[in-house]
Structures are given as structure tokens and as C-alpha cells.
Nanobody, 128 residues
Framework: EVQLQASGGGLVQAGGSLRLSCAAS?????????IGWFRQAPGKEREGVSF????????YYADSVKGRFTISLDNSKMTVYLQMSSLSPEDTAVYYC????????????????????WGRGTQVTVSS
């Protein structure tokens, strides 16, 4: 079974940058999967942040992070990275690494039930 191990959360000032990493282990059913992050702030809905396909590197970004966050995948290391720049206090949340078998769903709003595997959350706090 696939396990996801996230790291890189922490405290950063507004305008700063942070990079999250998520390493996958255990093996997917195939080499075709999508992986990335959801986030959830207290009192807010879980939000799909960014995801990437393992087969063609196609990506999804939430409108709230477009232009500021960049996702990438190192297939050899089975590790996905989320480079977060120009951070705002609105980015403060627990970030959860998530993955699904098969294609990236690059349309609509990401839904938690579309994802098969979840890591433990890592806290990102952006101070003003």
C-alpha cells in the first residue's frame, strides 16, 4: 500500500517562500498516478492546492495559488515538491499530501474522495 510522507512545513513571514516535499513509498498499482496537496485551515473547507501527473507532468493549480506555487515531481525519487512563494497569511493551513491511481483530474474542483492515499498533514503558518 502506498504511504505518503510529507515534510517541509513551518513558519514563514508573509512574502516568503517554503518548499514542501512528499515522498511516496510502497508502490502504486502502475506508474500512472497523480500526486499533490490539499490544504485545510480551521473553519474552512478542504481545498485542493496543486497536483501533478506522473506520466506527462500535467498540472493543476487552485486559482488561489496560481503564479505563486510550483509543483514538480521527481519520478526517480518518487517525491513531489511544492515550491510556495509570495506566501500570504491566507496560505496558513495544514497541508496534506494526497495521491490517486490513474490520471490527473485537471478540471473542476478537486475532491477528497478522488484521492486514494493520504499523508499526515504538515502545518504551514504564514505570519503577517
Amino acid at each position: 500500500e502506498v504511504q505518503l510522507q510529507a515534510s517541509g512545513g513551518g513558519l514563514v513571514q508573509a512574502g516568503g517562500s517554503l518548499r514542501l516535499s512528499c515522498a511516496a513509498s510502497g508502490g502504486f498499482i502502475s506508474d500512472h498516478f497523480a500526486i499533490g496537496w490539499f490544504r485545510q485551515a480551521p473553519g474552512k473547507e478542504r481545498e485542493g492546492v496543486s497536483f501533478i501527473s506522473s506520466v506527462d507532468a500535467s498540472t493543476y493549480y487552485a486559482d488561489s495559488v496560481k503564479g505563486r506555487f510550483t509543483i514538480s515531481l521527481d519520478n526517480s525519487k518518487m517525491t513531489v515538491y511544492l515550491q510556495m512563494s509570495s506566501l500570504s497569511p491566507e496560505d496558513t493551513a495544514v497541508y496534506y499530501c494526497a495521491a490517486r491511481e490513474g490520471r490527473l483530474i485537471s478540471y473542476g474542483v478537486p475532491q477528497y474522495y478522488e484521492y486514494d492515499y493520504w499523508g499526515r498533514g504538515t502545518q504551514v503558518t504564514v505570519s503577517s
